[in-house]
C-alpha cells in the first residue's frame, strides 16, 4: 500500500504570490493515478486535478500538476484570495496528510 | 446535473451500526464508480472503500476491513455504506463521491455527520 506524505505542512503566502506544494509516494507507482484537491472549510473537497496533470472541469489554469515516479507536485500561480484552503493529493485508495495554504 | 444527494445526520452509541446512502443525479449511475471518504474533526481525508456500480464489486481500506460494507441499487441509483461496531473514532464527516478518471474524485456529495457518543 502506497503511503503519501506532503510537504510543507503549511505554507503561509500573500495573495498574488507563487505556491509549490509537494507530495511524495512511498514507492513508484506512475502518475496516472495520481490527483490533488482543494478542501475548504464547510465544503466537500473539489477535484484540481487527475491523473497527475489533467485540470478538472472548470478548474482555472493557474493551478497544474507534475511529476513522476515517486514525486508530484502542484503549483498554483498567482494566488488569489479563494486559493487559501487545504490541499491534499490522492494516489488510488489512499490521501496525503494535506497542505495548508494561508494568508501570510 | 450531475449531484450526490447523501442522507442526513446520524448519532449512535458506541458499538452500534450506522447506514448512510448516496443518491446519484444526472449521469449514467452505472458508468462510474463510487468511493466513501470521512474526515474526522481536525483531521485530514481519509479512503474508507469503493463500490463498482455496475458489478457491486468493492474494496475497502486495510483499517476498516471487516467494519464497513458497501452495496448498490441501481434502481434507485442508490449507493448505501454501512458501518458496524462504532467507535468514537468513528465521528467524522462522511462523503460520497462518483470515481472519475483515473480514480479522481470528481462530483461530491455534501457529506454526512456521523456523531458516536455514549
Known amino acids: 500500500e502506497i503511503v503519501l506524505t506532503q510537504s510543507p505542512g503549511t505554507l503561509s503566502l500573500s495573495p498574488g504570490e507563487g505556491a509549490t506544494l509537494s507530495c511524495r509516494a512511498s514507492?513508484?507507482?506512475?502518475?496516472?493515478?495520481l490527483a490533488w484537491y482543494q478542501h475548504k472549510p464547510g465544503q466537500s473537497p473539489r477535484l484540481l486535478i487527475h491523473?497527475?496533470?489533467k485540470r478538472a472541469a472548470g478548474i482555472p489554469d493557474r493551478f497544474s500538476g507534475g511529476g513522476s515516479g515517486t514525486d508530484f507536485t502542484l503549483a498554483i500561480t498567482r494566488l488569489e484570495p479563494e486559493d487559501f484552503a487545504v490541499y491534499y493529493c490522492?494516489?488510488?485508495?489512499?490521501f496525503g496528510p494535506g497542505t495548508k495554504v494561508e494568508v501570510k | 446535473q450531475v449531484r450526490l444527494e447523501q442522507s442526513g445526520a446520524e448519532v449512535r452509541k458506541p458499538g452500534a451500526s450506522v447506514k448512510l446512502s448516496c443518491r446519484a443525479f444526472?449521469?449514467?449511475?452505472?458508468?462510474?464508480?463510487v468511493a466513501w471518504v470521512r474526515q474526522a474533526p481536525g483531521q485530514g481525508l481519509e479512503w474508507m472503500g469503493r463500490?463498482?456500480?455496475?458489478?457491486?464489486?468493492?474494496d475497502s481500506a486495510q483499517s476498516l476491513q471487516g467494519r464497513v460494507s458497501m452495496t448498490v441499487d441501481t434502481s434507485t441509483r442508490t449507493v448505501n455504506m454501512n458501518l458496524k461496531n462504532l467507535t468514537s473514532d468513528d465521528t467524522a464527516i462522511y462523503y460520497c463521491?462518483?470515481?472519475?478518471?483515473?480514480?479522481?474524485?470528481?462530483?461530491w456529495g455534501r457529506g454526512t455527520t456521523v456523531t458516536v457518543s455514549s
Open positions: 463521491a462518483r470515481v472519475g478518471e483515473n480514480y479522481g474524485l470528481d462530483v
Open positions: 444526472g449521469y449514467s449511475f452505472t458508468t462510474y464508480g
Open positions: 463500490i463498482t456500480t455496475h458489478t457491486g464489486d468493492t
Open positions: 514507492h513508484r507507482g506512475g502518475a496516472n493515478y
Open positions: 491523473s497527475g496533470s
Open positions: 490522492q494516489y488510488w485508495g489512499t
